[in-house]
């Protein structure tokens, strides 16, 4: 079965050139400033799920920087916002649908992780944006890329960083973490929240994020910092900003980050 489209047209356009208008355009704002960081031996991504208008400067940094690896096998990981579950779902999905065409699903992945651990799948939960707005971008940068999605509701950190320790010791496999960070306060406060959450990554903090990190996919980036620790990778911010910076509302702000992790 295709995973299909649910969110196009209000998180992300439904045309793909629509898309690459929004892709052009945070490239070339980034590139009047900045030059990508060469970052060798990507492993794992952690990017927002915003809608484009908001955060998809931010993602579009970290896609550019994962599209110099040799990376094609990717597991997107998401936190579910629409209904509550149990444990991680994964699905046996044939493809992935998206305006610039279906990406195929990884079966190498798929029926290694399903060999290796029991999960079951709640389709309803794959209906989600955190992981779907993450397609168009993984498309648009590795157009012969294969994917997985999990989406995890009441989960465990250390259950699922060891499927994460998994994906990373097979060769051309990588991790994409999908999380926005402090939702609905002042600028100033979710400058100072979001601070702790920076810190916590850069610096692969497990414990820091305990200290006042709000974020809505705060298991996923937990579990990817335990399997960062573990496995001894780097870690590198790409971007920070909240939503005042697209709106102009410093009332009422969401933040995002990207990062890559690192051999």
């Not at 991680?88 to 305006?99: A, K, M, N, Q, R």
């Not at 939960?125 to 294969?146: C, G, L, N, R, W």
């Not at 610096?203 to 620790?229: H, T």
């Amino acid at each position: 079965m295709k995973r299909k489209m649910s969110v196009e047209g209000s998180f992300y356009p439904a045309r793909a050139v629509e898309i690459e208008r929004y892709f052009e355009h945070f490239s070339a704002v980034y590139d009047e400033e900045k030059t990508l960081p060469a970052v060798k031996k990507i492993k794992a991504l952690i990017v927002p799920h915003a809608g484009y208008i908001y955060s998809g400067y931010t993602a579009n940094i970290a896609y550019r920087i994962l599209q110099k690896s040799k990376i094609k096998k990717l597991v997107v990981i998401g936190p579910s916002h629409k209904m509550a579950f149990e444990g991680v779902s994964l699905c046996g999905f044939s493809s992935y649908e998206t305006p610039f065409g279906d990406i195929g699903s990884s079966n190498f992945l798929l029926q290694k992780i399903k060999e290796q651990f029991s999960l079951s799948c709640t389709s309803q939960a794959h209906m989600e944006h955190s992981t779907e707005v993450q397609f168009p971008f993984i498309k648009h940068y590795i157009e012969d890329a294969e994917i997985i999605e999990l989406v995890y509701s009441y989960a465990d950190a250390e259950s699922l960083s060891k499927i994460i320790d998994f994906v990373l010791k097979e060769e051309d496999c990588g991790v994409i973490i999908s999380t926005d960070l402090s939702h609905f306060h002042t600028l100033s406060n979710a400058v100072r929240l979001d601070n702790i959450c920076l810190e916590a990554i850069e610096n692969i903090e497990i414990k820091k994020l305990q200290k006042g990190c709000e974020a809505c996919g705060i298991l996923g980036v937990e579990a990817l910092l335990l399997s960062a620790k573990r496995l001894g990778l780097n870690s590198l911010l790409l971007d920070y900003r909240t939503s005042a910076d697209a709106s102009g509302d410093t009332e009422s702000v969401v933040g995002y980050v990207s990062a890559c992790l690192y051999e």
